[in-house]
């Protein structure tokens, strides 16, 4: 416990992202921007999940701990169905927005891609359903305690922060596929991130058998990446190219004016 | 963007720094565009909204109440795509702009509450201003004081933005400096003291007097340096947020809990209409302005670009306003425009929305610092010196109410809330989708808005529903350790 978990556990689940946001997403405001509204959006479908969820409950039977951990899976189903109807709804709307700044701009290029907006409103969900998931755990680790003390699990924080970073990450590869199926009207495309996120959460409720549930949620994520990689013109000439400094386009849009 | 700068010089001049965006490329384009409306500040803010629009006071570009109506029509229209266009880059620029200070306060806020307990401790007082107590026997009686209580503090905000824009009116400037530079000397000293001393308490840190005395003095001497004549840009930024982030926190502390959320939102519908009726008083303030052709008080108005350029120290008007008409050279004055108004800031209260009136008010209790006071201080020579050497970075504005009841929200929520952390982000996030939101609706209307109702409303909203619905979700789903 104490300092030492608390920022271990925090680097390891926001290490990437805040990484991300750093060197892709701090310098351009419009990004900024996007990003926060993506956060906004996800917790305006979390609070329509909870909404469900806490009718449900008080309409139900309180005592029998059966029914209530059946709600509580019902409620996962349906806040995931909701998170992803919720990205598509911010999809249409930021196309909207981007026609709409189209046609009032005379430039002919928007200042900001939808393949980026694809990106920053991905990691926005990934960010905002990182910390809810994990900040409140964060907050407990920092003071004295002992983990598992009445027989659970003792890898509790460890798991969570390693289940969130999945979690961050998953989201940003989801945005980018999704709305490239969007994009593209491939809706086997979308229906795949539905079916991977409910798969990843559903892969959750084994939880105290950190094996069974992060094992495949690392593999999901691994193969999401790589999907997503391809999805946004990645491949490996250009990854070659990359690592070894030889990509004249990067290098070029890089360079800074002195 | 030279030019737009300079338009929005020009622009800037008269209105209220909307945020118009359009940078316009004339230079000499007649502020009548700028007329964007303060809360514009975000998006044209670039142009337009430099320094003094910039958001200011709150919502928009705060051109500080500067009501675009004296400027002549210009030919827009031409420009006004081009406008757009701009206002999208430099709108999203300056959206940033106002996210970072209210974030840093915000940050200091909810930072001190969660380590200092003087500010979440119920030590039985109360400010003069909110007289009912709220520990009754009955949840109706404690309703019933604290809509009272909430009566008390509004009628207090509206009577003080009355006297301020009489004292405007009647052109008792001197008073109006007096009364702002007392109110800041409380803050800067002694509610700096407080803090100081709440916290050497929680953190069990032994300081001698002589120490703290010279730390102070030094402290509070710089900051009134800093905010009522010259002196660094980021210091006085950062003074301003310490100053906003220490009126939040007494108005935590000294706010009962219902009192403190009706209050938040009588103010946000104050401000909406103070700022958009047209008899409303800050609206008042800023046509006055605009009749004698000077620009209003700069409030204490935070300006991410030079300060206000408040260089009246001395009452005259000319000097007053950098933004107001007539100089170019102020684009920052601005944000103050409006009328230190107690709210809205979209109306360039400088910030100081009515609200913060009202907090002054309360703070410095005795002291009517209100809008008389704010507009001294903004008077005070800001020392900033002239915004010539600060055409291309037009900063935005908003006015200190602003900071001060968004900080307050979370940091309310931080403090009372049990779902802890994701009650305060989730008002965090609202808080900011609300104020750019503001921007971007003064980038399209063009004309002075007030900053806080939409944030405050999803501030609130998200702050009952997040404390009551996802909450309980949230905890089973960590419980179990279930992902969503």
Redesign the interface.
């Known amino acids: 416990m104490t300092a030492a978990v608390f920022f271990g556990c925090t680097f390891i689940a926001f290490g990437p992202a805040i990484s991300l946001f750093l060197f892709t997403i701090a310098r351009e405001?419009?990004r900024?921007?996007f990003l926060?509204?993506g956060?906004?959006f996800w917790?305006v479908s979390?609070?329509l999940?909870?909404?469900v969820?806490?009718i449900s409950?008080q309409i139900s039977n309180k005592e029998s701990t059966s029914q209530?951990?059946g709600l509580?899976?019902f409620?996962?189903v349906l806040?995931?169905l909701l998170?992803e109807t919720f990205r598509f709804a911010y999809y249409k709307l930021l196309k909207k927005a981007n026609e709409g700044?189209l046609a009032?701009?005379?430039?002919e290029t928007m200042?900001i891609s939808i393949q980026q907006l694809a990106y920053v409103s991905g990691l926005g969900f990934g960010f905002?359903?990182g910390?809810?998931?994990v900040?409140?755990?964060l907050?407990d680790s920092v003071g004295p305690g002992t983990v598992g003390i009445h027989g659970d699990s003792q890898h509790?924080f460890l798991?969570?922060a390693f289940?969130?970073m999945a979690?961050i990450l998953l989201h940003m590869f989801w945005g980018v596929i999704f709305f490239d199926g969007c994009e593209k009207q491939r809706w086997f495309v979308v229906a795949a991130v539905v079916v991977s996120h409910l798969v990843?959460?559903c892969l959750?409720?084994q939880?105290?058998q950190y094996v069974s549930s992060l094992v495949p949620t690392y593999i999901i994520m691994l193969s999401m990446g790589i999907w997503a990689f391809y999805t946004a013109g990645g491949s490996l000439r250009n990854l070659k190219l990359c690592l070894t400094c030889k990509d004249k386009d990067f290098l070029l849009a890089n360079h800074r004016p002195r | 963007m030279e030019n737009n700068a300079e338009d929005v010089e020009n622009s800037m001049e008269q209105q209220q720094a909307n945020t118009a965006p359009e940078p316009g490329q004339q230079p000499q384009e007649p502020p009548a565009t700028r007329a964007r409306s303060r809360g514009g500040s975000g998006a044209g803010a670039a142009d337009g909204g430099g320094g003094d629009g910039g958001g200011g006071n709150g919502t928009g570009p705060e051109q500080n109440g500067q009501p675009p109506t004296a400027r002549p029509a210009r030919v827009v229209d031409a420009e006004e795509e081009e406008d757009e266009e701009m206002t999208l880059k430099y709108g999203a620029k300056h959206v940033i702009m106002l996210f970072v200070p209210v974030t840093l306060c915000m940050v200091v806020v909810v930072a001190t509450i969660k380590s200092v307990s003087f500010y979440t401790r119920n030590d039985g007082q109360r400010l003069i201003y909110t007289p009912f107590p709220e520990e009754t026997d009955t949840v109706a009686q404690r309703a019933v004081n604290s809509i009272l209580n909430a009566t008390i503090m509004i009628t207090v905000i509206i009577v003080m933005t009355l006297v301020l824009v009489l004292l405007y009116k009647y052109r008792c400037y001197k008073v109006i400096q007096g009364w702002l530079f007392l109110s800041s000397l409380l803050l800067l000293f002694f509610f700096s003291f407080i803090y100081l001393k709440e916290v050497f308490k929680t953190y069990n840190v032994a300081m001698d007097c002589i120490t703290l005395a010279i730390v102070v003095w030094n402290f509070g001497v710089v900051g009134m340096i800093c905010i009522h004549w010259k002196g660094p840009l980021r210091l006085q930024q950062a003074y301003l947020i310490m100053i906003s982030a220490l009126m939040a926190l007494v108005f935590i502390k000294y706010l009962p809990e219902w009192t403190a959320w009706l209050i938040l939102a009588v103010i946000s519908v104050y401000d909406l209409l103070a700022v958009l009726c047209p008899k409303g008083p800050l609206r008042i303030l800023v046509e006055t302005a605009q009749e004698r052709n000077e620009p209003i008080f700069p409030a204490l108005i935070y300006s991410s670009t030079m300060v206000w350029l408040v260089n009246m120290a001395d009452t005259d008007r000319p000097k007053r306003n950098s933004a107001e008409a007539g100089s170019v050279q102020q684009p920052t004055q601005e944000s103050a425009v409006e009328s230190p108004a107690p709210s809205s800031p979209s109306q360039d209260d400088g910030g100081f929305t009515s609200s913060w009136v009202s907090q002054q008010q309360h703070r410095l209790g005795p002291l009517q610092s209100t809008e008389e006071t704010r507009r001294e201080i903004q008077q005070m020579p800001s020392a900033r010196p002239p915004v010539e050497d600060d055409d291309e970075e037009r900063g935005v504005k908003l006015g200190l109410g602003d900071f001060i009841f968004y900080s307050m929200l979370v940091g309310k929520a931080s403090a009372t809330a049990s779902g802890d952390w994701n009650t305060t982000l989730a008002c965090f996030v609202a808080i900011l989708i609300g104020l750019c939101l503001t921007l971007l609706l003064l980038a399209i209307f063009r004309k002075a808005l007030p900053a806080l109702p939409i944030s405050i409303f999803f501030g609130l909203v998200f702050y009952f529903a997040t404390d009551n619905l996802v909450r309980p979700f949230m905890d089973q789903l960590a419980l179990h350790q279930f992902y969503i």
Do not use: H, R
């Not at chain 1, 009032?104 to 430039?107: H, K, N, R, W």
């Open positions: 405001p419009l900024v921007i926060i509204a956060a906004f917790l979390l609070l999940a909870s909404l969820w806490f409950v209530q951990k509580l899976i409620g996962v806040s995931v998170q700044l009032l701009s005379q430039e200042p905002m359903s910390a809810f998931s900040v409140n755990i907050a509790y798991s969570s289940m969130t979690i990843v959460s959750t409720f939880n105290p």
